[in-house]
């Protein structure tokens, strides 16, 4: 009973460490507050981050240093990942409640779908909400993004030990094994990465006409596949932009680069090529996207009044209506199967029929590929599923005593 509660004050301390991150993270978005002149207009807003990140630092200085803590087994390192979320949640949420009068639910709510990059809102009124409390909102899901645990890690651990076994725990963002030995060094690759395609993003959107600020959140989201926006109309804000074809392709892009194994990016970046074409989950990934979009886009071409356009536009006018709607279904698609959850159009609109719509809800289950930002169930896992079911079909019509293996990336 003593050994077991030594084992639970340890996990606390690890929180507390934990909680120390979340503080200085929480100075962050007074950058915005100052830049902005938000004092003038929305005075609880510093109060609304202060208050929060003074309380986890003290607290988490107090959990961490006064507690004993030891390297944790991986029966602590499930209950610290499980609880990291929790808290991680209940802190990031508080700007939320104070900043713009939010409900605790509601603001608990925005936060774990923040930090999680699922992405759905319940907050509205977006184009005119502060813009330190938009900031944070993007911020937690680029945090979020790679797993909360792996940026506690990069950025507050020295302990080689705990921080592997810490970093096995988060494993449904980083299952996919390390792309070089030591712990420290994968982690500074998967940063390293993410950081590179973050400052992409920034950048041609900025040369693309997007303002600084909306650039420098939708970035965060974009590769996070998390999906936050700093308007209610998510990315159809930009669909009357000078550029805005070009906008909707770099989301396009990033998200995608966001949906794909990490491993994979760090392979091509370190010249190995083959594994685009070589890797089982990365041809899936391709297929789905193509198929998926193909028949988003003849669902709606066989459903709307696509035909009479056919017999009265001129040639020019036909093909901008037919790249808008491979566009639209690529985006769609993309985003879902990202699980980013960006729009240019709403769900409900007529432009996607019943059967669009069903695509998209196998889209959201399946998810991105594992190793990746991205939510669902992986398509490695769908991949060896399908491959398992042709295998039991063999089976089937095989001699009693044959064995059939499943061969996934043979």
């Known amino acids: 009973m003593r050994e077991e509660f030594k084992e639970y004050i340890s996990v606390v301390s690890y929180l507390g460490a934990l909680m120390i991150v979340m503080g200085v993270l929480l100075f962050t978005p007074l950058i915005f507050y100052v830049t902005y002149g938000e004092h003038f207009e929305h005075e609880r807003i510093l109060l609304a981050f202060v208050l929060p990140a003074f309380s986890s630092i003290i607290i988490g200085s107090f959990l961490h ?38 409900s605790f639910i509601d603001s608990f709510f925005e936060a774990a779908s923040g930090l999680t990059t699922t992405g759905i809102t319940v907050f509205t009124g977006l184009d005119d909400m502060p813009k330190s409390i938009l900031f944070w909102r993007s911020l937690i899901q680029w945090v979020g993004g790679l797993g909360i645990l792996t940026f506690f890690l990069a950025v507050s651990f020295r302990g080689a030990t705990a921080a592997a076994t810490l970093f096995s725990a988060e494993s449904h963002k980083i299952s996919s094994g390390r792309p070089v030995p030591g712990i420290f060094n994968t982690l500074k690759i998967l940063w390293g990465i993410y950081i590179i395609f973050t400052v992409s993003c920034f950048g041609l959107l900025l040369l693309e006409g997007v303002g600084i600020f909306d650039a420098l959140n939708h970035c965060l989201t974009a590769i996070s596949t998390g999906g936050f926006s700093t308007h209610d109309a998510s990315v159809g804000y930009y669909s009357n932009f000078t550029h805005g074809y070009l906008i909707e392709y770099t989301f396009i892009f990033f998200m995608l680069m966001g949906g794909i194994n990490f491993l994979v990016h760090y392979k ?134 044959c064995v059939i293996p499943v061969v996934v990336q043979g």
Not at 65 to 76: D, E, N, R
Not at 286 to 296: A, H, R
């Open 65 to 102: 240093h006064q507690l004993p803590s030891t390297v944790p087994s991986v029966k602590q390192a499930m209950l610290i990942t499980a609880l990291g979320w929790l808290v991680a949640s209940t802190i990031s949420a508080i700007p939320f409640m104070i900043g713009i009068h939010k």
């Open 268 to 401: 091509v970046l370190t010249g190995d090529w083959r594994t685009v074409y070589r890797d089982f989950e990365i041809r899936w990934f391709w297929g789905i996207l193509f198929l998926m979009t193909l028949l988003v886009a003849m669902d709606h071409m066989l459903k709307t009044d696509f035909q009479t356009l056919c017999d009265t536009a001129t040639f020019e006018k036909l093909c901008y209506s037919i790249h808008d709607i491979f566009r639209i279904a690529l985006f769609q698609v993309s985003s879902l199967l990202t699980s980013t959850g960006y729009a240019t159009k709403d769900i409900n609109s007529p432009f996607f029929p019943a059967l669009a719509k069903q695509v998209f809800i196998i889209l959201m289950i399946v998810g991105g590929c594992v190793g990746s930002t991205a939510g669902g169930i992986k398509i490695l896992r769908v991949g060896v599923l399908a491959q398992s079911l042709k295998t039991e079909l063999r089976q089937i019509v095989s001699p009693p005593n």
